[in-house]
């Protein structure tokens, strides 16, 4: 059994197919005799790339692999531009599909090169990590960093269906693994306190990556990424909310190097600075930032930077003043009232920034 969840953004419409052993890009525009460009990285290539190109060639479609170095560095012009010279050579056109297989970075940049090879061709995404399927591959958002910070460039391209095949989470490297989990307790702290409850008492069978629960938490995930999408696909404004934790978790990785943190490690701490200044600004209750911050350390997450690590609290504000987020140079956060609901574009002053920075993550 798979379960189906409908992005619906009129004609940029598409379903998300998660489930156990699903197929691959089975969306009914992708004819028999397309060409598709698969952009997979260095670390998946070898465990699911060949499997994959097999499974597309069976549908009748010719198929040529890009393989990318994996890590956030490779979110970059550069890698755009490799891109590009391969969908050249393999003579993509108009009618041809790239196909994103990996994790959040390969998705980003893939979507990126599909929204903006010959002014955009067709995009599918095969997410193989827990992060990308509850979040990057959903929604549209593509992009690359620059040495200013992350995500700095970029385009909303939305793919034509997301198959999230679980199967491939149990390659998933632990740490890998439960960096996704951050995603997952946001969308909790964000949208839903019944889903929340859940992840409370189900942290064992997460951690084991139950089938059946991951099916269903991951499904919920996607479900409410797509309802706050519909009502807000460009982040014009609600939107903003699925940034919970990410000001500062930016700049985390941006100050302490791509390659200490992963992306939801940075968000975990992100949270947990969020859900401190959420009681000091907007009276979010003590036990509820109890309750953030204790499941996240139950699923074995970060709540502040390691002992040896970068601790400047000014390199951290001077990359947040370069986040896309900020207004000249004021950091914007998203910032909880009650579990479940939060309100975004909050200004904090900067002695409480400061404090809340003091007291919780240095």
């Known amino acids: 059994m798979a379960t189906t969840i409908n992005v619906k953004l009129g004609e940029r419409s598409y379903p998300i197919h998660i489930g156990q052993a699903i197929g691959l890009a089975d969306s009914p525009d992708i004819m028999p005799g397309t060409r598709l460009l698969l952009v997979t990285d260095s670390n998946v290539a070898p465990l699911h790339g060949e499997s994959c190109r097999k499974q597309l060639e069976s549908k009748g479609l010719e198929v040529i692999t890009a393989v990318i170095p994996a890590g956030e560095e490779t979110k970059s012009l550069k890698w755009v531009e490799y891109l590009y010279s391969q969908a050249g050579e393999a003579g993509l056109d108009r009618t041809g599909v790239i196909v994103a297989l990996g994790g959040g970075m390969v998705g980003d940049l893939a979507g990126f ?5 010959l002014r955009g061709v067709r995009f ?62 946001k969308y909790g702290v964000i949208w839903d306190a019944t889903f929340f409850n859940l992840l ?11 089938p059946v629960l991951l099916e269903k938490v991951v499904a919920r995930c996607c479900e409410i990424k797509a309802e706050v999408v519909a009502l807000d696909e460009r982040e014009t404004g609600p939107r903003a909310i699925l940034n919970f934790g990410h000001t500062l978790g930016h700049a985390v990785e941006k100050v302490d190097g791509y390659g200490r943190w992963l992306h939801g490690e940075a968000v975990a701490i992100g949270m947990h600075y969020a859900a401190r ?70 200004e904090v002053d900067e002695s409480v920034l400061v404090e809340t920075w003091n007291v919780c993550c240095k």
């Open 277 to 346: 200044l959420s009681s000091r600004v907007q009276g979010f209750a003590t036990a509820d930032v109890d309750r953030v911050t204790g499941l996240l350390g139950r699923l074995g997450l970060p709540l502040k930077l390691a002992s040896g690590g970068m601790d400047e609290w000014g390199a951290l504000r001077e990359a947040m003043g370069s986040d896309k987020k900020t207004v000249k140079k004021r950091p914007r956060f998203v910032l909880a009232k009650k579990m479940g609901s939060v309100v975004f574009g909050c």
């Open 113 to 117: 090169v599909a929204a903006t090879y």
């Open 200 to 210: 409370e008492k189900n942290v064992q069978g997460l951690l084991d990556r139950e």
């Open 124 to 185: 599918v995404q095969l997410p193989t990590s827990l992060l990308a399927m509850v979040d990057s591959s959903v929604g549209g958002k593509t992009g690359i960093n620059l040495v200013q910070g992350k995500n700095l460039v970029g385009a909303f391209y939305q793919p034509i269906v997301v198959d999230a095949n679980l199967d491939l989470l149990k390659t998933l490297p632990r740490r890998e693994y439960l960096s996704g989990l951050a995603e997952v307790v």
